[in-house]
Each structure stands twice: as C-alpha cells, then as structure tokens.
DNA sequence: AGGCAGTTAGTTGTGTGCAATTGAATTGTG
DNA sequence: CACAATTCAATTGCACACAACTAACTGCCT
C-alpha cells in the first residue's frame, strides 16, 4: 500500500450515512466510501457480465449475441419497425444498432428496407427465417432461469429494483452532464 | 407504424406462475416466457449501461473510464500487483487487461514492470500521480450513490442479491459450457 | 420558390469484453 | 540435464457501446 497522500483532513464533511439503517455505526471515513463504491460498480459489472456470458452459451445454439438477441425479441413481440423504434426499446443509438442490424441481415433473419414514405427511415423486417427462429427461442428464458437457480417472484422483485435504478441513472445522468447543469 | 403485422396472440394473460414453485406447473405459454425474458436481460442489461453512463460522466473530471476506474480502485485497495491479480479481483482477462493498463500508463498513473522474481510477470505500480488521483475520486461514490436516489442499505442488499447472481451464473455457465455437460 | 431547422441512418474513432492463439518463462519429471 | 506440461502476458479477431460527425430527407417559414 502507497499509504494514504491525502493532506485531507479525515473530517467527513457529509458523515451522515445514516439514512435508515446503522449498516455502519461509524461515520465511514472516506476510505470506505472508496472500497463501498469499489464493491457496488464492481458487482454490478460483474453481473451484468457474468449474464452476458450465460446467454453467450446458451444464444450459442441459435447463432446470437445477447444484443441480438435483444433485437429479435423486440422484433418477435412488437413487430416489424424502423432502426429508430428499435433504438427507443433497446435505449441503443444507430452507432450500434446499424452494424447490429447488418448482421442480422447477413445471418438471413431480418431485412433492410428504406421506407418508401420517408426514404430517411429503415424499416426492419424479420424474415421467414427470423420469425421461425422464435420457435427455437423459446426455450433460452427457462434456462436463464434455471441458471440464476432464482425464483421468478425473486427475478422479477430484482427486475423491478434494476428498472427503478436505471430510471433514476438516466434523470441523473442530464442532471450531471455537464452543460445541463 | 407498419400496422403491428405479429401475429401475436391476444394476451393469453398468465403473469406469474405460482411464485416459488418449482419448474413448470402451468404451460404458462411460452410467449410469456419471452416477454419475461426480454424484461429481465433487457432491465439488467440497461442498468448496467445507465450506471456505466453515469460513471462515464462523473469520471470525466478524472480523465477515467469506468473499467479504469476499477482498476485504479483496486491498486488504492490492494497495492500494486502483476496484471494477473488484477484480473482474478476484476474478473477480465488479459485480452483486456492489456490494453486498458497500458492505456492507462500512457496517462501516467501507472507503471509497467516485468517481475525480476518471474519474467511472465508484470507488475502495475502506482505512479505519484496514481496514487494522488485518490484524493480526487473519494468524492465519485457519494455523487453516484445520490445520483441513484437509494439509500446505502438498499444498494448494498441490491449488491447482495447481485452477487448471488453473478455467483449462481458463473457456476452455471461451467455447466452449460458444451464439453463440461 | 428558397432556405433553414429538425430528424434519421450511417460512418468513424475510441474503449471495452472475450475467445483463441502465440510466445516466453517456469515448473515438474525422468 | 533434457523435455513435456503449465503459467502468464500479449496479440488478433470479432462484437458491442457511445460520442461526434456526415449525409440525406422532411417540413415549416418567410
């Protein structure tokens, strides 16, 4: 350990963690916060991660990536639409949808048309072959499922919990960024 | 709209099966099933990229990356250690280990070594300038634990249950690995 | 009509993340 | 000591993810 340069008096300036339960009777000096900070981002890296790697296995029999997979159940379950209606489910911009997309086409599942309405918009079709896919798709949530050896009250109260932190990142994220100040 | 084209069926409405109950009691058709599981990947999936986003913001002031931010964390934690210790606590591999700290050597916070011990190894060490970015990143986790609106039990009883995941995931992927059935 | 603002995909550049491979160094075994 | 197996970092190839930019089109305004 480089020891501790910090000229910073220990003094917490906002020592109140308090909050509404003594999981730390002492004040958590700012060290703490340090390695607290280390654990949260850390395992939610790690989750986030550790599930990406279950659906890289079982996508494998399908010939998916998690983010394609993504793509093709928005497709499955809301239907045929354009790159930018994608993006609003996915919360994906056309930076990673575009290339995505392509190769989803050149796997034959779905195909790229521009509208003929407004020649700026792609609409994105599943094909027979896509919409068959499906069939087989079927069974990768029971494994997920299985995987996570959680029950499905338990998944959904963290889901529920997940939704709720993502929605308060978001309003936070325009908050810090710098300019929306 | 392209006139919702699916041949979706009119909500077969079957929320949740029996909470706890083990595998499948009712057929819970399996369109459900995908629903579900677009809820959970996609949620986890997305908070994942919200904090990331967040990170990504509140980091700028550091001139880090959220994964660099890891690493740095774990050098202020645990000292300085060969890339292999930084990758068992991170969970990365080389493949991206690599880069990243060479990344971040080229900002100067740390330092490259092979081992004179073990010439496969390499040692990252602090830098002057590493180990006093410290002072400037203890305020990060308090700005991101209000930017999530939580309170600190509930983000760490979140962590908790992630971790369980991440745990039961990773064991699950040995097993679903084809070769290790 | 002409022009300008807003919208939509696409492209480029940077930075992960992981599988697979390479190559050097080390260790174990006879 | 020689030789095979192991360990470790680095590299390569592919696939996101996002910021910033470009290009093309729409529609509204004067």
Request: some cysteine; aromatic content about 4%; glycine content about 6%.
């Amino acid at each position: 350990m480089t020891a501790t340069p910090t000229p910073t008096t220990p003094t917490p300036a906002v020592p109140a963690p308090a909050a509404t339960a003594p999981a730390a009777p002492a004040p958590a000096a700012e060290e703490d916060w340090l390695r607290l900070d280390h654990q949260i981002c850390f395992s939610l890296h790690a989750a986030s991660r550790a599930f990406n790697g279950v659906y890289r296995v079982v996508l494998k029999d399908l010939g998916l990536t998690y983010p394609q997979y993504l793509v093709m159940l928005v497709l499955w379950e809301h239907g045929d639409q354009p790159v930018k209606k994608l993006g609003e489910h996915l919360r994906l911009d056309s930076g990673t949808l575009s290339p995505l997309v392509k190769r989803l086409e050149a796997a034959g599942l779905v195909r790229r048309e521009r509208s003929t309405r407004d020649e700026r918009s792609v609409d994105v079709r599943l094909t027979e072959e896509g919409a068959a896919l499906r069939g087989r798709a079927v069974q990768v949530p029971r494994r997920i499922v299985a995987s996570t050896g959680f029950a499905l009250d338990e998944i959904d109260a963290l889901r529920q919990r997940l939704d709720e932190l993502t929605t308060a990142l978001d309003a936070a994220a325009l908050r810090e960024t710098p300019g929306c100040a």
